[in-house]
C-alpha cells in the first residue's frame, strides 16, 4: 500500500522510465526496446529507429517565446536530435497537437509549417497529423528515422574512453533563463534555445565511421545525460570542467555560474559520445574534415562514480544540478 | 486579417485538418499523406502504415470512468483501429504520456502496462516511450502498421457500392453517456465505451481480397465519418436508418434516441466500408467464414450529398450531429 500511494513527483521521470524498462521485452524485430533516445527496430530487412517526445505549454515552453513557425521548428529539432544521438535519418514524421478551444487558427498554421519546413530541410516528410481540444497547447512528436550502420547506443562505454561533446554549452540554458525573466533582450541572446540544431551529420559520421561506443544527446543538461549513458553502460566518468566548450553568449557571466549552466543547464541538444582510444585520431580527423566541432572534455572510468575533476563535492553538487519535470 | 484573428473554433478540427492537407507534398516514399486514418510510406521495398491519435483527460475520458489499465487498453485500441481502417496490422508502438506532478506512480504503471498488454495481444511492441509534466493527463501515441495487399482508403468509393458497417451501433456513446452522468450502472453497460476492439482482422481480410472501394473506422460517428470517406471519394450516400445495426444496449431507448447514438454518438470504433456490387457476394461469404459481422446499410450515389432514406431533413439533422472538439 505504501508503494500504491507513491507520486511521481517522489520517483522523477527518469525513476520511471527505469521501470519502464522492465516491461515484458518484445521480439526479434525489436532490436532495442525502451530506454535509449530511439528504439531500433527490424521491418523489411532494414534498421529503422522510433522516438516519441511531448512539449507541453508553460512546461517546456511559453508561446510568447517565439513565432509559432519558430516553436514549430524547435518542436521537430528537439525529436530529430533522437534520431541523431543514434547516427540515423530523419524519414517521416507524426505530429499530434492538443490546443484550448479559443487557438487562433494562425498560430496553428505557422506552428505546423515551421515544423513540416524544418522536417523538410532534414529530409523528413511529415505524413500525418491530429488535433484535439485541451487546456493547454500539447505537441506531441513521433519520428521514424533510418538506420544505416551501427546504431550509437547508451550503453557501449567503456573505461578508457574519451569522453567528447559538439558544439557549445550552456547558450540554450542561459536563454531560457533569459527568457523566463522576460527581460528584454536582442532575438540573437536567446537564439541557442529558440534554434536548436539536431546533430544529424555528426550523428551519421560516428555511426558510419564506428567511431564512438556510446552516445546521447545532451537535452536534460550535460551531467544529468553523461549520468544516463554511465548508468546504461555500468561505468564512471571524470570531466575536466577545464575542457568544457562554453558558449560564447556565457562570456559575461561568473565562472560557476557559466559552468552551472554548462553542466546542468540542458536543452543545448549537442552529442555526447565517448570514442575507444584507438579510435580518436581518427575522430578527430573526421570531425575535421566535416567542419564539425567535437571537445575531448573527459574520460570514462571503472567504478560508477561521475566526479569533475579539481572539484569539491559540495560545489560539484552545486554546478551540476539537473533537470526533472517532476521533481522541481 | 479578419483570417489572422479566425479561432480553431469557428474553423473546427475538420476544417483545419483539411488545411494540412495543403502542405506541400512530400515524396515517391510518401504513398499517402495528411488526411487518412493512417499515412502510408514506402520503405525497405514494403508499405508502412503510420497513425497518431492523442486522448486527453476530460476532454475524451475521465480517469474515474476506468482503471488505469482499462485507459491504457483503450488508448491502445482507439489507434488500432486507425490501423485496422487502412487494412494493415499493427507492429510497434510509442506511448507518450503528461501528467501532474501529483500523478500516483500506480496510476501510470497500470495505464503503461495495459496499454502493453493490448498492444501485445494484437502483434505490437510498445517500443518506446516518454513521459512529461503538464496540467491534465494527455496520452499521444503512435502506430506504426504494416500493410500487406491494398490499403483500405477513404477515397475509392464509387456511386453504386453497398455501404457496410461491422458489429453494432451506439452502444460506446450511450455508455459514454452513462459515465458523464455519473449514473449508477452495471460494468456491462460502459463496456462498449471502456474496451472498443479495433477491428484489425476485418480490415486486414478486406486488403488482401480487395473487397472494399473505401473504409474508414467509425470514431467521430457513423454520419461524421461517413461524410469524410464521400468527401474523399467524391460521391454521396443513402443510408437506410432501418437496417442500421443497432446495439442491444439501446433496446430501452425511443426510437430516435438510438437513431442519434447510431448515427452521431461515436467512438463505436467499428469498420464503415464500400463494396463494389460484383463483389458483395465474396464479401458476404468471407465475412461468414471469419464469424465476423458486417451489415449492409445503404449506398453510394452520385452527387455529394448525404441521405438518410426516408427521412424529413429536419429530423436527420437532429439525428446526426457528430462531435467535434472544436465546435461543441
Sequence with gaps: MANKGRLLSDLGEFGFLARLRTLPTPRRDVALGIGDDSAIVRAGGRQWLLTTDALIEDVHFRRTW??????????YAVNASDIAAMGGRPRFALLSIAVPKAARVAELDGFVRGFAAAARESGCALVGGNLSASPCWMVSVALVGELRGIAL????ARAGDSIYVSGHLGAAAFGREILLDGRRATPRATLAWRRPRARLELGQMLARTRSANAAIDV?????SDLGHLCRASRVGAVIDPERLPLARALRGLEGDERLALALGGGEDYELLFTVPPQRVRRLEASARRLSLEVTNIGRVTTGRALRLAGVSASRARRLTAGFDHFRQ
Tied chains: 1, 2.
Excluded: F, H, Q, Y
Design 66 to 75: 517565439d513565432t509559432p513557425s519558430g516553436l514549430g521548428r524547435r518542436a
Design 219 to 223: 537535452s536534460d543538461g550535460l551531467w
Design 153 to 156: 547506443r547508451r550503453s557501449g
